[in-house]
């Protein structure tokens, strides 16, 4: 395999971090958001997990700027003069949960035009007042891949969103070190994009379009490297193969639908004929190639349904893949393709995976630093390290235990819900009202106002 | 009314009382087993910590703590560490609908006509689809499976056992209720009827008033000119007389209302199902004597459930309504649910353990009018238990062991 990498994550019992993306065009860390609180915030005696250690009792988080400034035992933590204090005791608090595939926000992607429609970009799409990312934020989840559907090869470009107290799309989006907004592309095969042509009929016909026109991108980025500075000699500019070439160069990671063992090997297959980077998401049948997936390089990220079956490529779907994966070595997290499963309940495929065989640390792992890792944010999230984004939860309980609920979801150090505002816990439970998207008139004649 | 039909159709009647014999459990079992408990849920008193449970011939025929009940050595043991009755799931489709959801092994909707309450639950059920299997390895040992929601009246349902090689060895109760379904589920496309709630209504107002004058024709009639029998009527007519009573799938509170004045004018009995906006009416259900099969807990708050909460249950207690959980239908992935989870949601969200336990267990069998067989470990009814290594609410507990009428049908870990 060429540059196809997720490093396999062995469990991290010695408390190294040994997460690292080996990535060719990684961002590096972001400035702070604007709008991030300037104020300090101490949070002390929780049950902390920060992931890149060994879970701590009575410790303190504290968080200035929008970023994590110390983590530790109570003891070995000095809290600033200055810090708003928040006492946790008998709370939980770990890193933001990552959702690697939502669909939240009302996405769509591309149409039924064709099979194969890189130039589409979700983003394009998106209602930043969609009831779904709040009830997100009352799971936990801080940050996800919003994609387009599984009806096509290539439905689109996804993006990556924190899930702040926003407006506007823009506000949502994560920036590169160059400021471009990240996101990637959103592939699928097995039965959904088959379909009349031009979409195909057969699963090889599926993989020959996408060889295809991975060949014409190569072409596109090989004259465009020819022509150089001259720009009389570039071709004619195709969004398209543009976002094609951000694939084959590693700029972007391409997230793979696919199910059937085999459909798996076929996209392990293109994804080294091609040398592009993929995160295999579903994956009902992870745990009859989890060898070949590791071997591979490829990450996986997973979901659990109650039961297996609905579709004829889920009929093998299991709980227990997470542990074969972890056994295996391969990268494992993930995701509730909100609305199959809600994302209230992401920590529930934490804890099925627990069930069926896959270690605790792996699991809360692959919530969070994992997608991280997926979402080439990994120097940014994923675990409470000092000079990360101050994301994290705050939660009534273990983790994994049914009982739990999260108490207060912040995002680079705001806020964004909290249990105990009567509006906030109605959108963490349901009830009337619940599924209405976010119509903050108030915020909005505050801000016409010049508040 | 009940005994019009005994008179009148003698074939009818025959018939299924013949599908009631086979209820009766397979008087094979000379089977004697023994449950032990750390804790012993009986769901009929307090649990009982270090628990046995005999079993003899199917039923059961001691309960208590170890020290006062002797083991006879002709007994197998097995042990949990936490046994509860097996769980009785008030209503899915599982059996009807397959797990691969093709068209092969999707018989819970028949889409021909919008009102089909003659369709059988029995004539389409089978034991060995692999969703029967899997539900049981979670504990599930009774179901109230049959005909579901998608078109207005899409027929019976039935109540099984979650064993058999054929529908007449896993039936528990042939005919139990008639599957209805208003708001936009029950909405037909391409121009036919019903394409509005008020044509939903005034279509059902019709067949029962058809029914009413069916069932009077039929009792007054001189002997051998009754008129020709119509199974559509028939089926009606069981609603009319109480012997078999609506399941009306609905979600929005305008629609419950409407459902319980059409129960109102005509005097049957029905029970609410799914209702995601029950607890909006609440008072008018409760005053209404009507219970509310549930809609899963972790049912998808969109469409006509937009406004339904994961406390559905607990806010039903509060109003004092009977109620039970259901694991419902699901028309894509995940192909069913499992009601031991939903009921762990629904004790994470306001329900004691107790009441959640009770809602999957002894009060889910009492809506279904089973409790003298069903739902509680109990001296003399059928010997259904499940085995946890744990609470078995919590995601990481495992089911250990499935017992049905005696027999230990499961000791996969799962």
Redesign the interface.
């Known amino acids: 395999m060429t540059s196809s990498l997720f490093l396999s994550i062995p469990a991290r019992a010695a408390g190294t971090v040994l997460a690292i993306g080996l990535w060719i065009g990684a961002p590096g860390a972001i400035s702070a958001q604007s709008g991030a609180a300037a104020e300090v915030h101490a949070f002390t005696g929780a049950h902390i997990i920060p992931i890149d250690g060994p879970e701590i009792e009575n410790g303190t988080l504290v968080i200035e700027n929008g970023r994590i400034r110390a983590v530790g035992v109570a003891d070995d933590v000095r809290i600033p003069r200055n810090a708003e204090l928040h006492d946790m005791a008998g709370r939980v608090i770990m890193p933001g949960l990552v959702d690697t595939h939502s669909h939240i926000g009302e996405v769509e992607g591309a149409d039924r035009s064709g099979p194969i429609q890189p130039d589409v970009r979700v983003m394009d799409s998106i209602n930043p007042r969609d009831a779904g990312i709040q009830?997100a934020q009352t799971g936990g989840v801080t940050t996800a891949n919003i994609m387009s559907g599984s009806g096509h090869l290539l439905s689109g470009q996804t993006i990556y969103v924190k899930l702040r107290d926003v407006d506007v799309i823009d506000d949502l989006m994560i920036r590169d070190a160059a400021g471009n907004w990240m996101g990637g592309i959103k592939m699928a095969n097995g039965t959904n994009p088959r379909g009349n042509a031009p979409f195909p009929g057969t699963r090889a016909k599926a993989a020959a379009l996408v060889r295809a026109e991975f060949i014409k991108a190569q072409e596109y980025r090989d004259k465009m490297d020819a022509a150089g500075d001259d720009a009389s000699k570039r071709p004619a500019r195709d969004l398209g193969l543009e976002a094609l070439v951000d694939v084959l160069e590693g700029r972007k990671v391409v997230h793979h639908h696919t199910h059937r063992h085999d459909d798996v090997l076929t996209v392990l297959r293109l994804s080294d004929e091609f040398g592009f980077r993929v995160v295999l998401h579903h994956v009902s049948d992870a745990w009859k190639v989890a060898d070949e997936i590791a071997a591979a390089g490829a990450a996986v990220s997973l979901i659990s349904?109650?039961?297996?079956?609905?579709?004829?490529e889920?009929?093998d779907?299991h709980f227990k893949s997470g542990g074969v994966l972890e056994k295996a070595g391969v990268l494992t997290g993930f995701h509730t393709d909100d609305?199959?499963t809600?994302s209230?309940?992401f920590t529930?495929q934490a804890?099925?995976a627990?069930?069926a065989g896959m270690s605790r640390e792996g699991a809360l792992y692959g919530l969070t630093m994992a997608g991280a890792i997926m979402l080439d944010l990994d120097e940014r999230i994923g675990s409470l390290t000092p000079g990360k984004d101050a994301d994290f939860i705050v939660m009534s309980g273990d983790p994994?235990?049914?009982?739990?609920?999260v108490a207060q979801t912040w995002v680079d150090g705001q806020l964004v819900f909290d249990r105990s505002r009567d509006e906030d816990r109605t959108v963490a439970?349901?009830?009337?009202?619940?599924?209405?998207d976010q119509a903050d008139f108030e915020h909005l004649l505050k801000r016409e106002a010049g508040q | 009314m009940k005994g019009y039909m005994n008179r009148t159709h003698p074939g009818v009647a025959a018939c299924i009382a013949a599908l009631f014999l086979f209820a009766q459990p397979a008087a094979t079992s000379a089977q004697q087993l023994a449950i032990r408990g750390d804790i012993v849920h009986t769901m009929a008193g307090p649990a009982i910590e270090n628990g046995v449970v005999l079993t003899e011939n199917g039923k059961i025929t001691a309960v208590g703590v170890a020290g006062n009940i002797d083991i006879p050595d002709s007994f197998d043991i097995v042990h949990g560490a936490v046994v509860t009755p097996g769980l009785v799931d008030a209503h899915t489709v599982v059996g009807l609908a397959g797990y691969l959801n093709q068209p092969h092994d999707q018989d819970q909707v028949e889409r021909s006509a919008p009102v089909q309450p003659e369709l059988r639950a029995i004539d389409a059920y089978n034991p060995r689809e692999a969703l029967v299997e899997w539900v049981r390895g979670f504990g599930v040992t009774t179901m109230h499976t049959g005909h579901g929601p998608g078109v207005l009246v899409s027929g019976q349902t039935m109540i099984v056992k979650t064993i058999g090689n054929d529908v007449a060895e896993a039936v528990l109760d042939p005919a139990t209720m008639v599957a209805v379904t208003l708001g936009n589920g029950a909405r037909a496309s391409g121009g036919k009827s019903p394409g509005s709630r008020s044509k939903m209504i005034a279509m059902l107002r019709a067949e029962l008033i058809k029914a009413q004058e069916y069932a009077e024709k039929q009792e007054n009639a001189e002997e051998g000119k009754e008129p020709a029998r119509n199974l559509r009527m028939d089926a009606f007519a069981q609603v009319l007389s109480g012997d078999m009573r609506l399941l009306v799938t609905v979600e929005r509170a305008n629609d419950i209302l409407t459902v319980l004045r059409l129960a109102d004018e005509f005097g049957i009995d029905i029970v609410l199902d799914s209702a995601a906006e029950a607890y909006l009416v609440a008072e008018q259900i409760k005053a209404a004597g009507v219970p509310v099969i549930t809609h899963p807990t972790m049912a998808r708050h969109g469409g006509e459930r937009e406004n339904a909460t994961f406390e559905a249950a607990s806010r039903l207690r509060d109003a004092g309504i009977a109620f039970a959980l259901q694991s419902g239908f699901e028309a894509y992935v995940p192909k069913t649910r499992v009601i031991l989870f939903e009921a762990g949601v629904a004790a994470a969200n306001g329900l004691t353990f107790d009441e959640a336990l009770a809602s999957i267990t002894i009060n889910a069998a009492r809506l279904l009018r089973i409790d003298n067989r069903v739902g509680s470990i109990e001296v003399g009814k059928d010997a259904d238990l499940a085995l946890y290594d744990g609470d078995p609410f919590e995601y990481t507990t495992h089911a250990v062991g499935v017992v049905i009428d005696g027999q230990l049908v499961s000791q996969e870990v799962r």
């Open positions: 009830k349904v109650d039961s297996p079956g609905g579709k004829l889920a009929r779907n609305g199959i809600d209230r309940f529930r804890a099925l627990v069930r994994l235990s049914v009982y739990t609920h439970t349901g009830g009337y009202g619940a599924s209405f």
